[in-house]
């Protein structure tokens, strides 16, 4: 029987393969899908969007997941239980790497409900699937009626042989000294996540400049795949401001804030705004039966929260200084020490400012190696 579907495709030549965007042919009950297909790596993306948010929303219900499954690379989980199980922590880091650079481009104000789901489909164990997810996610949300300014395109950057190569293979990614996934839009870029060993400060740069050209073509294509197959985009007016409430509040607050968020010592400071949003709290949101609150809790955390961003930010831009009297170059004084515990195998401080972590490591052998189920080329973990 002949596939009654009508799919539209865009395809881009990326570091000598074939990105492809497939829309129309699965998911149509989604408000935006599309396949990723690079080699003979294959992701299913789809976006559902609520037309209106619930009542009461408060705060921005975008949710990600990433779905790995075994049979993408043809393998069976392995144990006892041959069931697929929690995501592994690949797929968690994919998941992150997903929402990032899609986040902050929905409309300030927006709080209807937003679900995204990548589900690699086929993994070729040759090119890694998460940086298509958010290419993926992209193509999605901009062919969706959901109100969202993209496109986002993404690339991972390595360094082979002393040289910057865009979308590495696997095997290329085990000799390389840096591992950098890189996400903008074609104007900016918004993410930089990655490790590296020891390169210089010129090759990052290069690295990030190599991936921003590619983005460009990334976002271009997922343009031109919007102009044959978008849907309209929903109307979405952001909510005007309440002039009343947050006068009321700063009134209330008079010079405290602002008091409150110089103080240096970190724990100071945060019990001081903790308290004055309490106080805010009990003046305004707690009514009685014949006197019913002025406003929501909700209301009241959302403009002091508007408020504390103001006034940090604004300290910072028009003074130069930062909550705990810093400048803009300084940073927190930092001290570390090893071997503090005398019978484990090693041990260390890492102290900056009032931010401390005790690490311990114990040294296991060889039997101890885990072998960790996942649709990349086998791995271990020790």
Not at 74 to 84: A, N, Q, T, Y
Not at 185 to 203: L, S
Not at 290 to 307: E, N
Request: proline letters at 5%.
């Amino acid at each position: 029987m002949s596939n009654p579907a009508n799919p539209v495709s865009v395809s881009l030549e990326l570091a000598g393969r074939t990105l492809t965007l497939e829309t129309g042919k699965l998911a149509e009950q989604a408000s935006g899908e599309v396949t990723v297909r690079y080699g003979d790596t294959l992701l299913l993306v789809t976006v559902v969007g609520a037309r209106e948010p619930k009542e009461g929303q408060g705060w921005f219900p975008l949710s990600v997941d990433y779905e790995e499954r075994m049979y993408a690379a043809g393998k069976i989980p392995g144990g006892f239980i041959k069931r697929e199980g929690r995501p592994t922590e690949a797929a968690i880091l994919a998941c992150r790497l997903t929402d990032r650079p899609i986040r902050p481009l929905f409309p300030k104000g927006y709080m209807a409900e937003v679900q995204v789901i990548s589900t690699v489909m086929s993994a070729d164990q040759v090119n890694r699937p998460d940086v298509l997810s958010i290419i993926g996610a992209s193509a999605a949300l901009s062919l969706s009626p959901i109100p969202w300014d993209g496109p986002v395109g993404a690339v991972r950057v390595g360094l082979v042989g002393g040289q910057i190569t865009v979308n590495p293979t696997s095997e290329e990614l085990e000799g390389s000294a840096l591992d950098m996934v890189v996400a903008g839009t074609a104007d900016a870029i918004m993410m930089v996540e990655g490790e590296a060993q020891e390169i210089t400060e010129d090759q990052m740069l290069e690295g990030i400049a190599k991936a921003h050209e590619e983005i460009r073509k990334i976002c271009a294509m997922q343009q031109d795949l919007v102009s044959k197959a978008g849907k309209e985009k929903w109307a979405f007016v952001a909510p005007a401001k309440n002039e009343e409430l947050i006068n009321d509040v700063k009134g209330f607050l008079g010079n405290r804030l602002v008091e409150s968020v110089n103080n240096t010592d970190k724990v100071m400071r945060l019990e001081g705004t903790n308290e004055l949003e309490a106080e805010l709290r009990a003046e305004f949101t707690v009514g009685t039966a014949d006197a019913p609150a002025k406003y929501s809790v909700a209301q009241i955390s959302g403009v002091f929260d508007s408020l504390l961003k103001e006034t940090v930010r604004g300290a910072i831009l028009a003074n130069g200084t930062r909550p705990d009297g810093r400048t803009p170059t300084e940073i927190r004084p930092i001290w570390t020490e090893v071997g503090y515990l005398p019978r484990t195998h090693g041990s260390g401080i890492f102290t900056r400012g009032q931010t401390q972590v005790l690490t311990v490591v114990t040294v296991g052998t060889g039997a101890d190696e885990q072998k960790l189920d996942s649709i990349n080329p086998e791995q271990t973990k020790r």
